[in-house]
């Protein structure tokens, strides 16, 4: 016998059947159907609770995940830090030497070479030190010291050695376009990026892909997969050549960024859940005309 037959008891069909024997069975059926009916919303309400629930308990994990991999971002930026630091020591203190008595002056000999060759080199370093900054402390290691500007490229074409490479004329406000080699991928329609305005990295080492010159570096939204690339776009308004910058960070950019600071950087610079560009939380902005954002993609990083 299956469930719906033993929804009631006998008792009640035979009295159904005894007092309507022409609408009986179909009084019954019709309570059958009615019992199941309520079963089954019973059963969905419950259903809809318990993944109201599931919902809520993952919401809860990924907010512990994200403050997982943002204490995981800070740790791996320290320790690049402490890395580009301990390559760069910091010159040694300058101490008053030690009064002495006064002696009869005696005839200067010259020093030996090698040391007139580090006296020379040092005098060099502390007229190199800016005014600002008497000790030749080391710069902090933000945001502050790329040198980001809005550009417009003039031109694209293929590498004519590399299938994956694309190379931009972009005009950034200077003498002369930059020659940028970028990898846009294969979603990027090349023929509609002349005239669209970009930011740009430009004080990174220029350096030579596949035998072509690359003078700055184009900022692209990158999805995880790494197979979807949109370039990143400054605020409507902008002309070549403006500053992108981030609020709180005011320290002037390198004139070359050193080995290894743009890796350490780059791990904050992020597009948010609403397409802005942004590092550490402060957006990426042209004063007075905007912030910078991301076409298409949200919730990825910025390289």
Not at 138 to 145: A, E, F, M
Not at 269 to 287: M, N, R, T
Request: glycine share 6%; with cysteine; net charge positive.
């Amino acid at each position: 016998m299956s469930d719906s037959e033993n929804l009631f008891p006998p008792s009640l069909s035979a009295a159904l059947l005894k007092l309507d024997p022409e609408d009986g069975e179909q009084i019954m059926e019709y309570l059958k159907t009615h019992v199941l009916l309520s079963r089954e919303k019973a059963l969905l309400q419950a259903s809809v609770r318990e993944q109201k629930k599931l919902l809520v308990e993952n919401s809860k994990l990924k907010k512990d995940i994200e403050q997982l991999r943002v204490q995981l971002q800070e740790k791996q930026r320290r320790r690049t830090a402490k890395a580009l630091l301990s390559q760069n020591p910091s010159p040694p203190s300058l101490s008053p030497a030690p009064a002495s008595p006064v002696v009869p002056a005696a005839p200067a000999e010259a020093p030996p070479p090698s040391s007139q060759v580090r006296r020379e080199k040092w005098s060099r370093r502390r007229r190199a030190r800016p005014a600002s900054d008497p000790l030749g402390a080391v710069p902090p290691v933000d945001v502050s010291r790329l040198d980001l500007r809005v550009g417009r490229i003039v031109s694209v074409r293929r590498h004519p050695l590399a299938d994956g490479l694309t190379v931009q004329e972009v005009e950034v406000g200077e003498d002369a376009p930059r020659t940028v080699v970028s990898k846009l991928g294969e979603k990027t329609h090349l023929e509609q990026l002349p005239g669209s305005l970009v930011v740009l990295l430009c004080n990174v080492k220029p350096c030579k892909l596949r035998g072509v010159a690359s003078q700055a570096r184009l900022l692209c939204c990158s999805a995880p997969d790494d197979d979807d690339v949109a370039l990143l776009l400054p605020p409507s308004g902008s002309v070549p050549g403006d500053k992108v910058t981030v609020t709180s960070y005011h320290g002037d950019p390198d004139r070359l960024l050193p080995s290894g600071l743009w890796k350490c950087l780059q791990v904050d610079l992020q597009v948010d859940v609403g397409g802005v560009a942004s590092y550490k939380g402060g957006s990426l902005q042209v004063k007075g005309k905007g912030r910078c954002r991301g076409p298409a993609l949200t919730c990825c990083c910025l390289r």
